[in-house]
């Protein structure tokens, strides 16, 4: 198996990428491009879906801000739109034509709005979790939210009244939140652990928030809902049971993004390709192989 590495010139610096793949491809199937979540949580958390790159080339790259990319201190770049062009600049420095574009989270979103902005040529998009509605996804969060025991809920709220978010009691509180609809996985996979380790949260805070039902930063009023049916590409939607991005979530989008397929993964949340590898990989195979 071929794989390769290195970094890549974009607006504001350089990011750097991976791919994983077969020497050769006689049988005319596509890459796959995926994009992490966030914004600024790095590629590590998607390592499972190497396990693609069995039959295709399969590439990563962390976006600028994050991992083993450039960190640069300018809050100016850290916007929906430069994003944007950065996945067009990665998508023409590697020299990829028709691809396959697989969206987590953020990356789904990113993935969306590429789509809608640029009409890029693509053979499929596979949206993971990725809300079309940040207004909506706070609306399903809080819901998912008072469940958690109310002195849990009590803590939560008052740091983030104060603004103390960093503290640790507000970091202990959060985790019942991830731990149900995040990642359901004990102990965490080691790629998540390091993405929360090498994550920009410069990016996070600017564009998301303290967490990821409190957004408060540039993406709170980001919503495409309205134009999913400019959508055209064959889409795949899938998330995980208990994901925070709901599954009445996705059903919205299934129903405006025509010809779209929908698919929940029982015994998961957010990282269902993480905590269900074998369903999903089936799932995502087979939608790739019909759509290459």
Known sequence: MKQDEGYIDVEGGRVWYRSVGPESDSEGR????????????????????????GRRQ??????????RSDRPDDPSLW??????????????????????????????MLAMQYTLDRRPDLRSLILCGSPASMIRWVSDCDELLAAQPPEV???????????????PEYQAAILGFYRQHVCRMSPWPAGFERSFAEAGYDVYNTMNGPSEFTVTGTLKTWDIMDRLGEISVPALLVGGRYD???????????RRIAGSQLATIEEASH?????????????????LADND
């Open 30 to 53: 596509s890459p796959l491009l995926c994009l992490h979540g966030g914004p600024g949580f790095t590629h590590y958390y998607l390592e499972p879906l190497e396990a693609l790159a």
């Open 271 to 287: 990282l269902c390709f993480a905590e269900q590898p074998e369903i999903f990989n089936t799932l995502i195979n087979k939608f």
């Open 79 to 108: 916007t929906v739109d430069r994003f944007v062009e950065e996945l067009a600049q990665v998508r023409a420095a590697l020299g990829l034509g028709r691809l396959h574009l697989f969206g987590s989270s953020w990356g789904g």
């Open 244 to 254: 925070e991005c709901t599954p009445g979530h996705l059903e919205e989008m299934h």
């Open 58 to 67: 399969v590439i990563f790259y962390d976006q600028l801000g994050c991992g």
């Open 153 to 167: 809920l009590a803590v939560i709220r008052e740091h983030e009244a104060a603004g103390l978010t960093a503290c």
